[in-house]
């Protein structure tokens, strides 16, 4: 065989071993999609996902912006690979479970629930990002509110007041429609504005509101002066932050589980609180107070 016929034979060779690893995705060039949501929270786990996994030579795709029931499907659909959920947001959208459980109890329903689906909840954190419902301190103060049953009973004795929620918390049986169950009271609808998430806060400042539907790990809490209302009949769940993926794309990167752990360790309340009022209310971008942390954390290489 001549050298000419060779060098053909060897370039189609390669081309051809080419061609297979572009349609295999190759060993090193797994793609793991990152999902959030579209509060700032999400915003902020989202990316320092992404480049947590891009320092550990992996290839994020970041895609936020999502509702809870959108991301939900996205995973489900293997259109996300990652994402961090709240325990009780997957137990009562997912599976309309209504019931009353510990921290660790609401973990392990569902982690085993969702097993079956071949998704996996990893270790949690330390983060409760529970809803609540807010005032501002000094409304509180002149209306005699400071819990929910204070609302309940300014709402039965016929008091006109608006409450902000956005279209989730309106109709989800942790949200809205469950609070007036538990408490029993009716909001009428006309006295609910409906709003994105974001603008509850400068809504209650501006009195378009007089409270509002708020998460208790909310920057905004402290430098808006907002009060939240206490829950005292412990209805809404606990919602434990933590990192949740496909079985499959932890299989096919082992180790990806270990890097989202790590990342959950580092996370509590008080912290996550402290990332989100730094981006909410120093205006400082996701992408910076993330990668702040994770240095600051040993994650990443400063």
């Not at 994020?60 to 009780?88: F, I, N």
């Not at 005292?232 to 096919?252: H, S």
């Not at 959950?264 to 990668?291: F, M, Q, R």
């Amino acid at each position: 065989m001549s050298n000419r016929k060779l060098t053909i034979r060897r370039a189609l060779g390669l081309i051809a071993i080419a061609l297979s690893a572009i349609a295999t995705g190759g060993a090193g060039a797994q793609v793991v999609v990152v999902g959030g949501k579209g509060f700032t929270e999400q915003q902020l786990m989202a990316e320092m996902t992404t480049q947590l996994l891009a320092a550990n030579g992996m290839k994020p795709d970041k895609r936020v912006g999502m509702g809870s029931a959108v991301l939900r499907q996205a995973l489900d659909s293997a259109q996300v690979d990652v994402c961090w959920e709240y325990t009780g947001t997957a137990l009562s959208l997912v599976y309309k479970d209504t019931e009353k459980y510990t921290a660790e109890q609401g973990y392990e329903k569902i982690r085993s629930l969702d097993a079956a689906k071949g998704i996996v909840w990893l270790k949690p954190s330390r983060v409760n990002n529970t809803y609540a419902i807010g005032m501002l301190r000094s409304k509180s103060t002149a209306l005699g509110i400071k819990s929910i049953s204070d609302l309940g009973n300014a709402y039965k004795a016929g008091k006109n007041m608006t409450i902000g929620a956005n279209a989730e918390f309106s109709q989800r049986p942790d949200g809205l429609p469950g609070v007036q169950k538990t408490y029993g009271f009716t909001v009428p609808q006309d006295s609910i504005v409906k709003m994105d998430f974001g603008l509850s806060f400068q809504a209650l400042r501006d009195g378009q509101v007089d409270s509002a539907m708020v998460t208790s790990t909310d920057g905004r809490i402290i430098s808006f002066d907002v009060l939240v209302l206490a829950d005292d009949k412990a209805f809404f769940p606990i919602y434990l932050m933590t990192p949740v993926a496909r079985k499959e794309i932890l299989d096919k990167n082992p180790k990806l589980a270990g890097l989202l752990e790590s990342l959950a360790a580092k996370l509590d309340s008080e912290t996550i609180l402290k990332l989100n009022a730094a981006v909410d209310v120093d205006k400082k971008s996701v992408e910076s107070v993330a990668n702040a942390f994770l240095k600051q954390q040993g994650l990443i290489k400063g």
